[in-house]
């Protein structure tokens, strides 16, 4: 978020008259874009990495679209323009350009070809030092220039005819002329290279003068021109500051000279080169569609002038039907009972299942026509619009009719029912009274299932990737931010082509999903587990749990003085107030004024990381560590579940709905949100309190039946190791067990230390943790972490071949699977790339088949429990799934019988012709509330 007074500078840039040279930092760009967006997935679905290519060429099109500039060049790096000959060090510590960046280069420069982009660039030279020399040419010729950069060092050749773009993340680039400038950094921009002088430039290895930080060397060039102006004066400056500035004397100017952007380079401005023609349309177009830029394509074509090649758009190829009275109805049911396949989508007020309220059922029994049925659309105020406030419109159905005409063919079992996302529809309408059934296919589930790691998981990206069709985003119909609309204000007219496209489009997806789960192998998985789920997570999500909302109330009050407490005490130890959540006020308490340790601690751009793991390095520095880790945990629970379970209360039903999202994880585990109940914390006293607000009413408790151990029974399975299997089939305590393997002793000497320690151990390697996580995690050096793992692997061999097999074939298969054949690629495997990216894929790939395999047995036993307790005619119910845990809201009468079954179910719930080698292990708890249970079986 921009600050008041440097917004308000931006909204006053205007440039004159003068015609205006565009110059592009193409280096700086891709760079940016590279990290800035690599945990974004930019990957396409053959493997090749587009990060940087999609960050440069959003910045590039938004120039065209926004500026229409008739000279444009871009700069890109050839050296170090020779200053590594007076510092060596200079740019030392970066590390080589990652090969993933590097072949997005040639891609770069394939579009820069294709758009007829003028290159500058000099042998040995930076592309800052040609953008210094061009833009001072520029302006000596009587252009304006305007600079699109990553690099900030760019900003000090700002003056009254130059200007600096810094593109960001979302769109809202920043752009600088010499007033925002001054709002940002309180200096002239003439002075930011005296600046970097003073406090260096860690990113660029600019040394600057040890002790000067950014802070007192601003305060310095707001009281002095520059260098020569600083030292003249020594005597006007603290004691500190003076012997700072007296030992640092040499670095700073030396740093000055490294932080000048050369101006007079032997390089001539040819304007007439630089001006931009007509682009060749089909390479730009052929290079995003191999890409995989839909927006990108579209953008182009309507910059050349034409719709974007190889897309229509649905409105075009989707009849629309509107249902307003009996007779319309009586017609579409009519088609609906004679149907092969019904696709079905509604249209609510939200994206809350259990409060959104139905506005109109879209339907499709083919792709070229959808039907929709207005229910609840508010009337016109006569300017084309409506309100939330107005009375529903005259033409419309009313929706008891509505329901009891649609209920008989939606809930025949012989028409197959098809929709993306089917979970959120199912829901709405079996709040309104009709249980659609059989859900026969989910677009949504068959494209994660064949790709967990699409980027095409939403209905209108997948339609665009999969039919080249174009659809209408639901922001062009709602709008956006404060005056965003519901559905319900949309006019039915307007809102009736998007619905209809939404039904047909799903209907035309079915077949090529269904061929691409085919070709994946995977159609079996997807139509025996994922499907069957559906409506035994729609029952847990309309259940709901009860919550003790006045226990919550109480623990916040206590939380809020427990906070208050620990506040005090770190200001006492800190030396006075400060933000604890402020990364850099705690920099300041903790290097500076405290003075810890910062050796092997990460850098960021306020100075030293003050996350979690750091803290944890730094815990027996201070006691202030442990009071500050402990307010951040008391806090995040306190406003993340203490404070926000109450508000998420379902009025109507008075329980607690959270949604499951069976896409949540690549390896088939399930994730919740609103609220997240995954990550409620089990092993700290805080969150054990959270548990207790989750409560049975009354005759009723809370049946929880846990997997022992079933990730590491998974791995002995997989892995086939002798000793793993023998000890989980004598029934032993597995991570007492391995610390007695590995240390060479018997089950009785191994200490509660050495338990935990191969605790660590077992479940890392599960995760594809080596000797460097394993080191991180203990506190070891990372040699007595591989010495660890080695002796480790040389007690259970098995785990070892199965590391080393995995890793080998996934390089081969560029996939691995679980037992149940659920698989995941790899990009950057499956492209041959050895990067960083690959490394973690690989520790994934390790990991895949252990968790998918757990994900996938667990899911089985939620299908199988649930036709287990229909058959016995029990009223107990599934309330919440988290991990590798099943509650149940279970009558006390029933225990006896409901206990017992459901550990059964899990102990057998194993994929049609498999088993495992060793027994799958369950055990129950019972009680009144999620936290007080005690075991009552095995």
Not at 680 to 705: D, H, K, M, T, W
Request: with cysteine; proline share 4%; hydrophobic share 40%.
């Amino acid at each position: 978020m921009l600050c008041p007074s440097i917004r308000a500078a931006q909204q006053a840039i205007v440039l004159g008259e003068r015609p205006v040279l565009y110059l592009i930092d193409g280096h700086a760009l891709a760079y940016r874009s590279f990290f800035a967006l690599q945990r974004a997935g930019f990957v396409t679905s053959s493997g090749e990495s587009t990060s940087a290519v999609y960050g440069f060429s959003a910045t590039l099109l938004n120039i065209f679209e926004k500026f229409q500039p008739k000279y444009l060049a871009v700069t890109f790096d050839k050296g170090l323009s020779g200053r590594e000959a007076f510092y060596p060090d200079y740019k030392s510590s970066r590390p080589p350009m990652p090969p993933d960046l590097k072949a997005q280069f040639e891609r770069i420069f394939e579009l820069v070809a294709a758009f007829n982009i003028p290159q500058l660039t000099m042998p040995n030279m930076e592309a800052d030092d040609i953008l210094g020399t061009i833009s001072r040419q520029a302006v000596e010729q009587g252009l304006d220039v305007h600079i699109a950069t990553g690099d900030r060092d760019i900003l000090q050749l700002l003056g009254p005819h130059v200007r600096v773009q810094l593109p960001q993340r979302r769109g809202d680039d920043i752009v600088y002329d010499e007033a925002a400038f001054r709002a940002r950094y309180k200096i002239e921009p003439s002075q930011l290279i005296e600046l970097k002088a003073l406090m260096g430039d860690s990113s660029d290895d600019i040394p600057g003068v040890a002790g000067i930080g950014e802070k007192s060397a601003t305060k310095l060039l707001q009281q002095y021109r520059d260098l020569e102006d600083i030292y003249a004066h020594l005597d006007e400056h603290s004691t500190r500051v003076r012997n700072c500035l007296i030992k640092g004397k040499d670095m700073a100017f030396l740093s000055r000279r490294l932080a000048t952007i050369m101006r007079d380079l032997d390089i001539q401005l040819d304007l007439d080169a630089c001006v931009l023609g007509d682009f060749e349309l089909k390479t730009v177009d052929d290079v995003f569609s191999q890409l995989e830029f839909r927006s990108h394509r579209e953008r182009a074509h309507k910059l050349h002038g034409n719709e974007a090649a190889g897309i229509v758009k649905a409105d075009d190829v989707v009849e629309t039907v509107i249902v307003r009275d009996q007779t319309a109805l009586d017609d579409l049911v009519n088609t609906l009972n004679r149907a092969a396949m019904i696709a079905f989508d509604t249209e609510t007020t939200g994206l809350d299942q259990m409060t959104a309220e139905l506005v109109g059922i879209a339907l499709a029994v083919a792709g070229e026509r959808g039907y929709y049925i207005p229910v609840s659309h508010r009337a016109n105020n006569g300017a084309g619009q409506s309100s939330m406030f107005s009375e529903p419109t005259g033409d419309q159905l009313p929706l008891d009719e509505v329901i009891a005409a649609l209920r008989p063919p939606l809930e025949n079992p012989t028409i197959p029912k098809v929709a993306h996302n089917a979970l959120y529809d199912l829901v709405i309408l079996q709040r309104y009274g009709i249980d659609v059934a059989p859900i026969a296919f989910d677009t949504l589930l068959a494209e994660w299932l064949s790709n967990p790691i699409s980027k095409f998981l939403k209905l209108k990206a997948l339609v665009a990737h999969t039919l080249d069709v174009q659809m209408t985003e639901i922001d062009e119909l709602l709008g956006k931010g404060k005056d965003q609309k519901t559905m319900r204000q949309i006019n039915i007219e307007v809102a009736a082509p998007y619905a209809a496209a939404d039904a047909s489009m799903t209907w035309r997806l079915v077949q090529p999903l269904r061929d691409k789960l085919a070709d994946e192998c995977v159609g079996s998985l997807y139509h025996k587990l994922e499907l069957p789920l559906i409506p035994i997570i729609s029952q847990m999500q309309r259940k709901g749990v009860a919550l003790d909302v006045d226990f919550l109330r109480e623990m916040s009050d206590q939380q809020r003085n427990r906070l208050s407490e620990l506040q005090a005490q770190i200001f006492e130890l800190g030396g006075g107030k400060f933000n604890i959540n402020s990364p850099k006020q705690l920099n300041e308490i903790l290097f500076d004024r405290l003075g810890l340790p910062t050796e092997g601690l990460n850098r960021t751009k306020l100075g030293f990381s003050t996350d979690a793991n750091t803290l944890n390095k730094l815990r027996n520095e201070h006691e202030i560590i442990g009071l500050i880790e402990s307010y951040r945990e008391l806090a995040k629970l306190k406003s993340t579940y203490v404070d926000a379970l109450p508000t998420l209360v379902n009025p109507r039903t008075g329980r607690l709905h959270t949604s499951y999202n069976q896409t949540g994880a690549a390896t088939g585990r399930f994730s919740s949100s609103n609220p997240n109940l995954q990550n409620i914390p089990n092993r700290s006293e805080v969150g054990r309190q959270v548990r207790r607000a989750f409560i049975a009413p009354a005759g009723y408790g809370f049946l929880a039946v846990d997997y022992n151990q079933i990730e590491l029974r998974v791995m002995a399975h997989i892995s086939e190791d002798a000793t793993l299997i023998k000890a989980f089939q004598n029934g032993l305590d597995i991570h007492r067990a391995t610390a007695a393997a590995v240390y060479g002793i018997g089950l009785d000497e191994v200490s509660a230390e050495q338990r935990d320690f191969a605790k660590r151990v077992n479940f890392g390697l599960c995760y594809g943790q080596g000797a460097f996580g394993l080191a991180s995690q203990t506190g070891l050096t990372r040699a007595e972490a591989q010495s660890f793992i080695d002796a480790y692997f040389a007690e259970m061999p098995g785990v070892k071949q199965y590391i080393d097999t995995t890793r080998a074939r996934v390089w081969e298969q560029g996939y691995t699977e679980t037992l149940y054949g659920r698989r995941r690629s790899y990009p950057q495997i499956k492209a041959g790339r050895r990067s960083r990216g690959a490394g973690n894929e690989e520790r994934a790939a390790i990991n895949m088949p252990i968790q998918g395999t757990a994900a996938d047995i667990l899911k089985q036993s939620m299908i199988d429990l649930d036709a287990r307790l229909r058959a016995a005619g029990c009223a107990a119910a599934m309330i919440l799934q988290v991990h590798d845990e099943l509650v149940l809201e279970v009558r006390e009468e029933e225990l006896a019988a409901v206990g017992p079954l459901v550990v059964e179910t899990m102990e057998a719930a194993l994929p049609d012709g498999k088993s495992l080698r060793v027994p799958l292990k369950a055990k129950a708890s019972w009680g009144g509330n999620w936290r007080d249970m005690h075991e009552i079986l095995p």
